[in-house]
């Protein structure tokens, strides 16, 4: 099994930044892929940014230029900072772990950070 410890989220003003952090602890391959979902209420879970153990990374249209995410391999942690944040960032923020092993998938959700853009 994995867990997560989520933190960074909270209330921001339109323009303002942010950083929400994500670390996982558990039996976790070398390679796998972290990285942020976000979803609001009634709406589908979106893909923001992930990042591979390699540090290649993949951002959502919405926040390129503005999110970046960074990872600390050791202690499986990931990071993503948001600048320039809008009241359509306004969300709950998961982490998730994904990696394969063996021809089968694996994913895994953390509780949520809830982050708020607002004036």
């Known amino acids: 099994q994995v867990q997560f410890v989520e933190s960074g989220g909270g209330l921001v003003l339109p323009g303002g930044t942010l950083t929400i952090s994500c670390a996982a602890s558990g039996v976790i391959p070398t390679i796998n892929t972290m990285g942020w979902y976000r979803q609001v209420a009634g709406e589908q879970r979106e893909l923001v940014a992930t990042i591979t153990t390699i540090g290649r990374t993949n951002y959502a249209d919405s926040v390129k230029g503005r999110f970046t995410i960074s990872r600390e391999n050791t202690g499986h942690s990931v990071h993503l900072q948001m600048n320039d944040l809008k009241p359509e960032d306004t969300a709950l923020y998961y982490c998730?772990?994904?990696?394969?092993?063996?021809?089968?998938?694996?994913?895994?959700w953390g509780q949520g950070t809830q982050v708020t853009v607002s004036s």
């Open positions: 998730n772990l994904f990696y394969e092993f063996e021809t089968q998938q694996y994913t895994y």
